[in-house]
């Protein structure tokens, strides 16, 4: 018997935004608040060890993660698509697929990837950038690409704005619906829009005379970009990793991340601090100097360890892990209770993405 076909095909939504705008955030939220739509996600991160999809593990049945750095430069489109496949197959009974673009990715060619899918069930859904409003100004600055980004958006979410005053605010707007005056642009705290905005979307209009690009053309130029190792945003960039099984010690690490080793942008995994007592982890996400703790228990079983992830420009690997490294504790060092002082000064109080 030949297989049913789906009434509907599966919407595809692109989630992309510049390291730590408030992707995973917003995934989460839309998690949380899904309304009985069963979403799946894919994830793709810089790092290699993927740190998005262990905050959004637990949340969800069906998350996947394409690891191994950024996504949106591979030729070969196998793995989004085996991806696309799983979740599309209708034994997964999944409704809407979100695909998390690494904080790096150029949008064009995530949208690529899903719109080279050549699975039957599924349709490209749209392209929601995440903007950080407190850091969208200087970033721009940096990366002038990252306008081209709000550009081929469908809808811009302008995040943090509880970072940001009015006039900062309404200036960031203005420019945001400059550089696209056809996208939807919302402002929100900590990503919570309505999952209305991103699933039950009308169908992607086609572009009209007198866009700037057309959408074939945007694409096109994706390709252009890539043959001639054009200027993607995450060419400048490396991650570094580090993993200790000895806990860290509070004070240091803090000072640490107070005096972040030059280049150093975003920081993001679980910290274990070996305070007796506490069955205790720490995810840390450090944007640009802005440090944030969010404690989770440390489920039974779970052996305690630290990952981080730090992404940044022209960095010096070997000498971000010996500094790390001499954040760890020495064998016999007994740390107290008062030297998460500094830890908690960064801890918020609503804990982010938890694993239930
Ligand atoms: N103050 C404030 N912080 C926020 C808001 N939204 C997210 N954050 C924090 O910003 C940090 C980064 O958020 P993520 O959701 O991990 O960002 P991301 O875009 O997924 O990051 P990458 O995948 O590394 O690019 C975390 O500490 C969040 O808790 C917000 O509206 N206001």
Do not use: W
Not at 42 to 52: L, P, R, T, Y
Not at 55 to 79: K, Y
Not at 139 to 150: A, F, G, S, V
């Amino acid at each position: 018997m030949g297989k049913k076909r789906r009434p509907q095909s599966i919407p595809v939504v692109v989630v992309a935004g510049f390291l730590g705008a408030g992707k995973t955030t917003l995934l989460n939220h839309l998690l949380r608040n899904n309304g009985g739509t069963r979403v799946g996600v894919i994830v793709n991160d810089f790092g290699s060890v993927n740190i998005d999809s262990m905050m959004v593990a637990g949340q969800v049945d069906s998350v996947m993660a394409l690891s191994n750095g950024c996504m949106c430069c591979a030729v070969d489109v196998s793995d989004m698509d085996e991806m696309l496949n799983r979740l599309a197959h209708r034994t997964a009974g999944i409704d809407v697929i979100v695909v998390e673009a690494s904080g790096l990715a150029e949008p064009r060619n995530m949208v690529r990837l899903v719109l080279g899918s050549e699975n039957p069930y599924i349709a490209y859904g749209g392209l929601v950038m995440m903007v950080d409003g407190a850091e969208f100004q200087s970033c721009r600055e940096r990366h002038p690409e990252l306008d081209q980004h709000i550009a081929i958006a469908d809808l811009v979410v302008v995040n943090k704005t509880d970072r940001i005053g009015e006039d900062e605010h309404n200036s960031l707007l203005s420019d945001v619906r400059r550089i696209n005056p056809r996208a939807a642009v919302t402002s929100t705290v900590r990503g919570r829009v309505d999952p209305g905005l991103l699933f039950d979307r009308a169908p992607r209009r086609e572009p009209q005379p007198g866009d700037q690009l057309t959408f074939e053309e945007l694409l096109a130029d994706a390709d252009d970009a890539c043959a001639e190792g054009g200027s993607h945003v995450h060419e400048m960039y490396q991650s570094v990793t580090f993993t200790s099984k000895s806990p860290m010690h509070p004070r240091r690490l803090i000072s640490l991340l107070e005096k972040q080793p030059a280049g150093i942008y975003r920081i993001k995994g679980y910290v274990y601090f070996g305070v007796e007592g506490r069955r205790q982890k720490y995810l840390l996400q450090v944007v640009g100097d802005h440090i944030a703790f969010h404690p989770q228990r440390l489920p039974a079983g779970e052996v305690p360890r630290t990952e981080l992830v730090a992404i940044g420009t022209d960095l010096d690997p070997e000498s971000i892990v010996e500094l790390l490294d001499a954040c760890a504790e020495s064998e016999g060092e007994a740390v107290g209770a008062n030297e998460m002082m500094g830890v908690h000064r960064y801890t918020l109080a609503e804990t982010a993405p938890v694993h239930p």
